[in-house]
C-alpha cells in the first residue's frame, strides 16, 4: 500500500493560492491519486484525481511530476470556507471492491482573513 | 449528481444495545459502499468493504460479528453496531462508488454515535 505523507497544516490568507504537496515514494504502476475536503463533522468530498501530469477542474489543479514519487494540489484564490482537511490518497479501487486506498493524517488548512 | 445519504446524522443510546446506520445512494447504484470510522482530530479509517449481494469484507481488527454490514441493493447499505459500548462512540461515515470511475468515492455526512 502506498503510504502518503503530508503536512499537517498549513496557514494562509483570503485570496492567496495554496499548494499543498503530498509524498507517495512507493506508488505502483496502477495507483491514481486523489484529493479530498473534509469539514468538521462531515463526510469527505472529492477534489480531483490524476495519473500523471496535471489535472484541472473548476476547483483545483493536481500537479503530478513524471517520477508520480508526489503531488501537489493547487487551490487558487482560497477564501475563508476553504478551512477544512484535505487528504491525499494513492492507490486503485478493482470492480470487486477490493480497494487499497488508505487515508493518511491529512493537511489541515486555516485561512485567515 | 453522486448524492450518498446517511441516516441518522446523529445518534445517542445506552450500553447494550444495537444502532443501525444506513447508507444510501440517491441517484446512482453503488458498485461498492465502504464503511469508515473516524475519531475526533483522526484520520478515516476504513472497517469494512460491501458489494450488493455479497458478504462484507471486513479490514483486520474489526470485528465482523460486532459491526454487521447488510447490502441488500445497489443503493442501500446498512451498518448495525450490535451491543454497543462507550468505546464505540466515534463518528460513522459511509462511501459509495460507481461505474465508470471507481477511484470517485462519494461519502455521506457521517453518523455521530454516541454511547452512554
Known amino acids: 500500500l502506498a503510504k502518503t505523507t503530508q503536512p499537517i497544516s498549513m496557514d494562509s490568507y483570503e485570496g492567496q493560492e495554496v499548494n499543498i504537496t503530498c509524498s507517495h515514494n512507493?506508488?505502483?504502476?496502477?495507483?491514481?491519486i486523489t484529493w479530498y475536503q473534509q469539514f468538521p463533522s462531515q463526510g469527505p468530498r472529492f477534489i480531483i484525481q490524476?495519473?500523471?501530469t496535471k489535472v484541472t477542474n473548476e476547483v483545483a489543479s493536481l500537479f503530478i511530476p513524471a517520477d508520480r514519487k508526489s503531488s501537489t494540489l493547487s487551490l487558487p484564490r482560497v477564501s475563508l470556507s476553504d478551512t477544512a482537511v484535505y487528504y491525499c490518497?494513492?492507490?486503485?479501487?478493482?470492480?470487486?471492491?477490493?480497494?487499497?486506498?488508505?487515508f493518511g493524517k491529512g493537511t489541515m488548512l486555516l485561512v485567515s482573513p | 449528481g453522486a448524492v450518498v445519504s446517511q441516516h441518522p446524522s446523529r445518534v445517542i443510546c445506552k450500553s447494550g444495545t444495537s444502532v443501525k446506520i444506513e447508507c444510501r445512494s440517491l441517484?446512482?447504484?453503488?458498485?461498492?459502499m465502504f464503511w469508515y470510522r473516524q475519531f475526533p482530530k483522526q484520520s478515516l479509517m476504513l472497517m469494512a468493504t460491501?458489494?450488493?449481494?455479497?458478504?462484507?469484507?471486513?479490514e483486520q481488527g474489526v470485528e465482523k460479528d460486532k459491526f454487521l454490514i447488510n447490502h441488500a441493493s445497489l443503493t442501500l447499505s446498512t451498518l448495525t453496531v450490535t451491543s454497543a459500548h462507550p468505546e464505540d462512540s466515534s463518528f460513522y461515515i459511509c462511501?459509495?462508488?460507481?461505474?465508470?470511475?471507481?477511484?470517485?468515492?462519494?461519502f455521506g455526512n457521517g453518523t455521530r454515535l454516541t454511547v452512554t
Open positions: 462511501s459509495a462508488n460507481s461505474r465508470p470511475d471507481l477511484m470517485a468515492l462519494h
Open positions: 512507493n506508488i505502483a504502476t496502477n495507483d491514481y
Open positions: 490524476g495519473y500523471k
Open positions: 490518497l494513492v492507490g486503485d479501487i478493482w470492480d470487486s471492491g477490493y480497494s487499497t486506498l488508505t
Open positions: 441517484d446512482f447504484q453503488a458498485t461498492t
Open positions: 460491501s458489494n450488493e449481494g455479497s458478504k462484507a469484507t471486513y
